[in-house]
């Protein structure tokens, strides 16, 4: 068998078309959004706008706040990811910890360190809506599950032990992105703020090495 038998197959037509109508609405919806703030734009405006039928949109999206937060899709098990993906001999902290430190070196949005005009946009529409703020709990739910799973898996232990591992992982990096969103948004440029991320990560994740000692 050649290496390239191994690769998943490519998406059918079918479904690239399927994935390309599921952004563009996503995208026409998010411009609508920060045009007239996500309150005032109606699900039947966003489906005229992107010239489908309400049922259609609700087909591809279950609800408003999914619209915006399709973004975060690809993230939601990144952190299991991570772990599943990693060296075999290498502890999955330090797998999270360069992870986390690389996606601040490439300005990753996900760690709050970016200041590109339609990231800034974006992060303001979705920590200045409350049901957003809610809805994104959701997410952050399931990649604490999906990463306790990926720990017991990589190191063994109970699943509560795993389950609490990831909730203070997952807060962590929370944090950290949350307070770099709060630099650039008070007016750092993310290059300027980089050096302080990069040492408030690895502090914090020498916090996280010291109490959680099976997965360091």
């Not at 799973?149 to 992982?169: K, N, V, Y």
């Amino acid at each position: 068998m050649t290496s390239s038998d191994t690769r998943p197959p490519e998406p059918g037509l079918r479904t690239r078309k399927k994935q390309q109508r599921h952004q563009a609405i996503s995208e026409t919806a998010i411009a609508l959004f920060l045009e007239k703030g996500f309150d005032q734009v109606s699900v039947a405006e966003v489906a005229a706008a992107a010239e489908v039928s309400k049922p259609t949109l609700f087909r591809y999206f279950a609800s408003k706040e999914d619209l915006v937060l399709h973004r975060f899709a690809d993230h939601e098990d990144e952190p299991a990811r991570v772990v599943a993906a990693r060296p075999a001999k290498r502890p999955a902290l330090d797998a999270l910890h360069r992870h986390f430190l690389d996606g601040l070196e490439r300005r990753d949005p996900v760690t709050g360190l970016c200041d590109a005009p339609a990231v800034l946009a974006f992060h303001r529409l979705l920590y200045g809506t409350p049901s957003l703020v809610a809805r994104l709990h959701g997410y952050q739910h399931r990649s604490e599950q999906a990463l306790a799973e990926a720990l017991t898996t990589a190191h063994g232990g109970r699943p509560l032990e795993s389950r609490l591992a990831a909730a203070q992982i997952v807060a962590v990096q929370r944090v950290l992105a949350e307070e770099n969103w709060r630099r650039i948004t008070g007016g750092e440029s993310a290059d300027e703020a980089w050096p302080d991320a990069v040492a408030s990560a690895n502090r914090a994740f020498a916090q996280l090495r010291s109490g959680l000692q099976r997965y360091a």
